[in-house]
């Protein structure tokens, strides 16, 4: 998804990811995701560090999902991302 450069937004509720039978987990219910186009110059330099922060919140949001049901599955890198963030902490008062 980020590849595709879509934040998602939503992964703050449980109900959007959903696990298959194989152990597989899926996002549903893409309402709010936003798509950032390429861009080029001094612009495509600030979309891109917004991007890149946005994409760090999704990021944390899957981390605590899987703190919660999985911590012991856990690097260290996962367990440093469960940290809030100053934009983490904006954004959840905003929305």
Not at 52 to 77: R, T
Not at 82 to 89: A, Y
Request: charged residues 20%; proline residues 1%.
């Amino acid at each position: 998804m980020h590849q595709r450069r879509i934040f998602y937004a939503d992964l703050n509720k449980r109900g959007n990811i959903i696990c298959s039978t194989t152990g597989k987990a899926y996002l549903i219910d893409f309402q709010i995701c936003v798509s950032f186009k390429p861009w080029t110059g001094q612009l495509g330099a600030w979309v891109d560090r917004i991007f890149a922060a946005l994409i760090q919140e999704d990021q944390y949001h899957v981390f605590k999902h899987k703190k919660f049901f999985q911590s012991e599955l856990m690097s260290q890198e996962e367990q440093a991302g469960v940290q809030r963030s100053s934009l983490n902490r904006w954004y959840g008062r905003w929305v």
